[in-house]
């Protein structure tokens, strides 16, 4: 587990390797990951957009980025928490995925970012 506060918002990441949905021997690793968002301000926020960077074992790296998490562009009130489930596919056994989220805060409609703690992706295989 990954856990990081910036700007009053906490993240925290657990991995969990997907074996029944991978296929290693056509390079097809998938992980699937649960981050749980708080909001340790004093003023509400909205997350609305993500920015992520997945890096594979041979260092090639893909961006994705867009509106929200999973279709949503959840509106946190004080202490209060946003959890989802989502996954990546990766080609090598091992990898990681780190990024950002942009939040605003909705008393003054500015905006922020919030790093997403770099989080490894690995198979249970490489750990033997």
Known sequence: M??????????????????KH???????????????IKNENNVSVKLTDRHWYIVDGHANIREVSGQGVIGKQPELAPSEEHKYVSWSPIATDLGKMYGFYTFVNLETNDTFLVPIPEFKLICPAKLN
């Open 22 to 36: 991978s296929h290693p021997t056509e390079n097809r690793f998938i992980h699937a990951y649960q981050i749980t």
């Open 2 to 19: 990954e856990v990081l506060t910036t700007n009053g918002i906490t993240i925290q990441v657990d991995t969990f390797y997907q074996k």
